[in-house]
């Protein structure tokens, strides 16, 4: 009984399961994806421009992501981005992938690269 126990707790270490992420670790995962360094500059340039629609990041976000935004279409507010302005962004792996999926898909009809995803977050983890 102990020895199950035990070996379903180095399973479960081991695997990572439960484990909170941080922003940091998103960071590393997306530069890695990308097999290049983030650049905070090319992220706030991304972050702020239209790419061909009607809507930038910004739009929903704001161009200062230690303040709260507000939705550009339904006018719901959405928290800060920055995670130095909200102790939630970037820890948990299905909120992230979900909305750069959809606000990517939102604002370019693309997905966001890896590239694009690691220069956004170096770019928040900028605001202190
Ligand atoms: C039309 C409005 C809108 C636009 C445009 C938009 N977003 Fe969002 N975004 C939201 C909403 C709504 C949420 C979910 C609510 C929340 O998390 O507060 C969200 C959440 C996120 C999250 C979740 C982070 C986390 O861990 O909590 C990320 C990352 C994000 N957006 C990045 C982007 C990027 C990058 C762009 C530009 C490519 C973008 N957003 C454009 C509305 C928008």
Redesign the pocket.
Known sequence: MRTSLLIAAIFIAASGAGRAETPRD?LTRFEKEAGTAASAERGAR??TAR?GGE???????TERPTQA?R???TD?P??A?APSA?G?????AA??D???R???N???NRA?TAQ??AD??AWLLSFK
Do not use: P
């Not at 809507?55 to 976000?61: E, F, L, P, V, Y």
């Not at 939630?88 to 948990?92: I, K, V, Y």
């Open positions: 998103f991304f972050f790419h809507w930038s990041c910004a739009s929903c976000h935004g939705h550009a279409k719901k959405i928290s981005l909200n939630e962004r970037f820890t948990d909120k992230v979900k909305w750069f959809r606000n990517c939102d604002t370019m966001c694009e995803k956004v977050i």
